[in-house]
């Protein structure tokens, strides 16, 4: 496969990059002024986090999950010009919503931010009698216009994808139980024919069967669309004497119909190392949120979570990672 021809997205010849450092095997490496976002994004901010990213105006546009100092996670907006330098705005995002019966973002966390055809459409997860998949769309990043939560309570990690398929809106969640450590989670996918009614849900991912991802699966960015279909990054967790260990995983799948798993790689792509990744306020965790892509080179720039305290940035080649999955499938 031709570097460049594989993804089918548009170019961003500004995206943050670094090549693979001399010596490196890795399949995907890490930026070398990581963390990207430390802690403390503003006086009120505590740890800033599982964030994401899109390509908007000259630069950068993004939504951020800060834990203010009471612990409470909320949505903030970030904007960069280069992806790796960001303002984050200190007031949360203040979301109208159409029905008072949907209750107030009272908190909000792991925001994924997606656009299709034009409009720019936020999911995360939301607080409505426990956590569920939230949605608002936005056209300028001002006013956000909450929609109805995509599902039931209990409900996480809700990835839409950034385009119909077979004239459907098409989403990747995983449902899930009460409680900040559910130890059990699969990846289903859901279409809808406006964003409000969801259903048709298929079985995608399935946790297990090795250690590293036994407990759960997680989608994690926006599905990235390439040549051999779908490439999907998640999160995988593994169980240990000293609690959760979070790593990333990929698969592709079908382009049509995405439920079906062309390619699963049966080890994780990148797992906690780095000290950033293996201590902070809850340490082992790499948690891949946002992914930006050149088209045009094949090069791709994931935002990730680290031990849910900042940011941090991984690269990577599309040609090589399909190649990487395809040689490591199950
Ligand atoms: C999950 C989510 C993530 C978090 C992870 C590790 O259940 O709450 O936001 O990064 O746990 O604590």
Known sequence: MRPGTVMLGEPLPNIPWQDRPAGCREVIWRHSENPVIGMHPFPAGWTVYNSSVLPYGEGFIGVFRVDHRCMTPHLHLGRSRDGLRWQIEEEPIHFQSADPDLGGVDFAYDPRLCRIEGRYYVTWCNNYHGP??????????????????????????????????????????????????????????????????WGRHRLVLRRGPRKWERVKVGAGPV??????????????????????VYSFGAALLDAEQPWRVRYRCSVPLLAPEAPYETTGFVGNVVFPVAALADAATGRLAVYYGCADSVVALAYARADELIEYIKANAE
């Open 132 to 197: 569920t998949i939230g949605l608002a769309w936005t056209d300028d990043f001002r006013s956000f216009h909450q929609m109805e939560n995509a599902f039931l309570p209990y409900n996480r990690n809700g990835v839409l994808f950034p385009r119909k398929i077979g004239s459907r809106y098409a989403m990747l969640s995983r449902p899930s139980g009460p409680g900040a450590a559910v130890a059990f989670g699969d990846i289903f996918y859901s279409e809808s024919p406006d964003l409000c009614y």
């Open 223 to 244: 599905p990235i669309e390439t040549a051999e279909g779908w490439l999907v990054i998640y999160h995988g967790v593994a169980d240990t004497c000293d609690g959760f």
